[in-house]
Each structure stands twice: as structure tokens, then as C-alpha cells.
């Protein structure tokens, strides 16, 4: 078994064919197949399933150490270079949406003036999409929405922030005289939502179960831009965090609090198998410092109170308390 092998295995994994892997690699489709079928033989299974290019289960098993070798490898030049005195390297920082908007702008000239050689590539995605690239070692590390469980990442919250209502002109909700609505009242109406299974619409959901009702989906769009997106195109009523919703909203446009309702909490994740390179743990301390410098000038954000550190410990408990309506 040779890293040549792995890394064919690997482009096979994310591109899905032999032709295409070998084009990511600049080498000849033979190669990749001679390196894949020389690796089979010496572990003795099937990695590949040549009619529909995809991996087999022992394929994923070998593609799963390999990325991690791989990140181990990346790693040991930028540490060495750290060593002497030069923080310098790739990193691949993942980031939702409504963070992004306003940490990016402080974190990229931050970077580019502290510390020049570092190499920074930003993934804006959904929690969902970003904590597997996450495991997989090709993201550093993500700041989502908190909580996920995955054994093969620890998480660290950075920031907790309010849900509420964006309503557009005309909607029952933005005629309200209260600028705060319950659950009850939202049950009343379709809403714009995160799809089920995602930590925000699941809190969501269990809070509206404690109380006795349930929230009808307009639509279900994971990505809190999007829903924002839609929601001040007058599509409907989105339920939010705080950090989505334009400041101030636009004329006629009402932002509702929603009462007895835990915040959402943000933090950041990474791995927890391996150890992170000198570039991204720095990459990560100025998001650190970022938050805690910017986010309480923001309404409805409330920064979480750790102080700075490479531990990373569980996510914390999020959800309304009983009878909190």
C-alpha cells in the first residue's frame, strides 16, 4: 500500500468515476485504475463497484483513514514551519451563512495583516453540509449550528442568538401590535422552515411539541440566507435567527421576537481525531476574538462567555423550558 493508491482511491471517492478522478490527479485514467486494482489486491476486497463507480462499503472504511493520512501528511510542513517561527499553510475554514455574512469581512483582512502566509479558503454551506466535510479532514474546521453529534467531531460554542419571526408587508403577522409572538400564535400560520432533522427545525419542533402545537411548513429550504431571501421577497413568514434578518428589516417588513423560545447556538467545529496545523489553530483563535469583539454589538446575539482555547468540549444543551410559553 502506497500514498499513490490512497490518493487514486480518493479522487475515485469525490469525483465518482475513474475518468474523472484521473483528470483531478492530471494522470491517465489507467493509472488511477492500475493504483486502485494494485490496492485491492493487497487488502484482498472490492473498493470499487466498476458499473456504477461508486465505493463499496470497504471502499468508505479505506477512504475515511486514507483522508486522515492525508491531512496528517498536509500538516507536517506547515507545523515544521511554524516551529521556526512562520505561520504559514492551506486552511479550509467552513462557515454557515448568516455567520459568514458578518464575521468574514472582519476575519479575511485579519488574516491577510496577522498572518500573511497563511493560505485561507472559506466553504459557505449548511450546518448539514459542512460537518461531514468536516470528518472527512477536507474542511480544518466549520462554525454551524450547534448542537451536532458525531463522534468524529468536537464541537465549542461560540454565540447564542435569539429565533424570530421576519414577516413581510401584508403578512397577518407583520399587522401584529406586540413586537413578539408565541408558538401558539405562529401554529396559526404556514411558515417558512428549516427541513426536519436539522438541529435548528428540531429545537424548533420540540418546543412547539411542549406546548401543544405544531408548525405547518410553507416550505422547507436548508439555509438560513435562503429562507431570509424568500421571506423578504414577500413569499411568506420565516422563522430565523437573529443574525439573518436585515438590519433594520425594510419597510413594512416586521421582526417578531418569539417568546419562551431557547436561542440558537453557534460554535465551532472540527475533528476529533488528529491534531489541527499551526495555520488553523490560528485561523480559528481570530474567529474566536472576532466574535467576542463584534458579536454583542449585534441585537439579539449574546457571546458565550469561554475563554479562548484548542480544547473543544460537547455542545451544549439547547431547547426551551416546559411550560416557558
Known sequence: MDLRQLAALAAVADHRSFSAAAQALHTVQSNVSTHVAKLERELGVTLVDRATGELTDGGRAVVERARRIQAELTAIPTDLANLAGTVSGPVRLGMIGTVGAWVLPLLIPAIARDHPAIDLAIVEATTTSLTPQVVARTLDAAV?????????????PLFEEDRVVLAPTGHPLAGRSRDHVRLRD?????????????????????????????LTPLAEVDGMRALSALALEGFGAAV???TAVPIPPPDGWRRLEIRGLAPRTVGLATSSRGRLTAP??????????LVAAAGPGRP???????????DVGPPPTVGGEPGAL
Open 144 to 156: 454551524v449550528n450547534l448542537p451536532v453529534v458525531d463522534p468524529d467531531l468536537a464541537t465549542e
Open 186 to 214: 405562529l401554529a396559526a400560520h404556514p411558515l417558512l422552515l428549516e427541513p426536519a432533522g436539522t438541529a435548528f427545525r428540531d429545537d424548533l419542533d420540540a418546543a412547539a411539541a411542549r406546548v401543544g402545537v405544531s
Open 240 to 242: 430565523l435567527p437573529a
Open 280 to 289: 488553523a489553530r490560528a485561523v480559528i483563535d481570530e474567529v474566536r476574538r
Open 300 to 310: 439579539g446575539v449574546r457571546v458565550h462567555d469561554r475563554a479562548p482555547s484548542d
